[in-house]
Structures are given as C-alpha cells and as structure tokens.
C-alpha cells in the first residue's frame, strides 16, 4: 500500500524553527518529485516547496524564501522541510505529496492538482 506520512509538527512560537519529515512506504521517492503544501482554515491550499525526483531543482513559495529549507534522504525514502523563522502567518496544516516523474526529473511543481500521493497532513501552530 502506497503511504505517505508526515510528522514534525507541533506548536512552536514566532521565531522558532520545526523540521517536518515525509516518510514513505510501499514505494520508493526516488521516482517523484515531492512537494510540500499547507492550508489554512478558511484559506486554498497553497504549495509551499518542492525538489525534484533529480534533486536538482527546488521551488519556494516568496512566502517562504529564505526561511524554509527542502532536502531527501532517499536511503530513508524520506523528505524533509526545515522550518526556521516561523511567523504566526505560517500557521497551518502541511501535507507532502508525491509526483511520479521518473529518477532523473529537474520537474518541480507547486499545483497541489499535479500531484498523485497525498499524506494525511500536520498540524504546525506558530503562537506565543
């Protein structure tokens, strides 16, 4: 069964830093490119970054620029998103989703549509 788990959250006050993980199971990373979203209540998901299949190619949100670091770990089949400088703006649910691209893919997207696997989300509260 293709799994997609997400972990790391947490309540964190302005400034602080958290380290979201995407593992997976029943399948291997190295073939999609992984995106990380969130969404507010009340607001339209919005993709916040993604690495290719290739991990040559990133994309950051301007939201996020600078503050935000994605990396994989393919050995661990997993995905990370180092958070630091968390604003109360950044307040949200975050999934990770996979795209299947192929090993040697510079393809990044942020469209939550283009996306084939989908995590069941974490919850990250920026508040002091």
């Known amino acids: 069964q293709l799994q997609l788990v997400e972990s790391g959250g947490g309540l964190v006050q302005p400034g602080g830093s958290l380290r979201l993980s995407c593992a997976a199971s029943?399948?291997?990373?190295?073939?999609?490119?992984i995106g990380w979203f969130r969404q507010a209540p009340g607001k339209e998901r919005e993709g916040v970054s993604c690495?290719?299949?290739?991990?040559?190619?990133?994309y950051y949100a301007h939201s996020v620029k600078g503050r935000f670091t994605i990396s994989r770990d393919n050995a661990k089949n997993t995905v990370y998103l180092q958070m630091n400088s968390l604003k109360p703006e950044d307040t949200a649910v975050y999934y990770c989703?996979?795209?299947?691209?192929?090993?040697?893919?510079?393809?990044?997207?942020?469209?939550?549509?283009?996306?084939?696997?989908w995590g069941q989300g974490t919850q990250v509260t920026v508040s002091s």
């Open positions: 989703a996979a795209l299947m691209k192929g090993p040697y893919s510079d393809y990044v997207s942020p469209a939550w549509d283009d996306y084939d696997y």
């Open positions: 690495i290719s299949s290739s991990d040559g190619s990133t």
């Open positions: 029943g399948f291997t990373l190295d073939y999609y490119a």
